[in-house]
């Protein structure tokens, strides 16, 4: 017995529009952001090692830390060096793998907390492993002096 699908227009329409919108290629390609830009509702960048903007939500990736670039709280030029190390690294990784965001609530700043997902690995493993980040809250700062 041979049986044969019943493909109807609607059918093969809905398909491709669910196709579409789960592909790959529809994820935003990440730049860093420019220093003090202002938000816009098109706004999609990398602020930092631990926070992104995506179609103008704040974002706070959340279970890890990373140096901070502009300030150097504890570690000088080295906390500068190792935060745009880290910036970079996400930017690679948010640009060369199919990533999903699940979001969890907001801090007391009011960004959105979120866990970014490569093949099911949160974000913030990766750069722990490669010591560009820190777990949060009680990961050491081993990058201060």
């Known amino acids: 017995m041979t049986m044969r699908a019943n493909w109807t227009a609607g059918s093969v329409s809905a398909l491709a529009a669910f196709a579409l919108s789960h592909s790959a290629w529809a994820q935003p390609v ?8 202002p ?10 090692g631990d926070t992104i903007w995506l179609d103008g939500e704040n974002i706070r990736l959340e279970g890890f830390d990373t140096p901070e670039p502009q300030t150097d709280i ?9 935060a745009a ?9 948010l640009n060369t793998n199919v990533w999903t965001v699940r979001r969890s609530g907001t801090d007391r700043y009011g960004r959105t907390l ?32």
């Open 30 to 37: 990440l730049e860093m952001c420019a220093p003090y830009q």
């Open 114 to 145: 979120a866990t970014v997902r490569i093949d099911g690995r949160g974000i913030g493993e990766w750069l722990v492993t490669e010591r560009l980040a820190r777990w949060w809250p009680d990961g050491e700062e081993w990058w201060c002096d």
């Open 74 to 82: 504890c570690g000088g030029e080295r906390e500068k060096a190792l």
């Open 39 to 48: 938000n816009t509702p098109e706004k999609t960048c990398v602020v930092d």
């Open 85 to 93: 190390q880290a910036s970079a690294r996400l930017v690679e990784l």
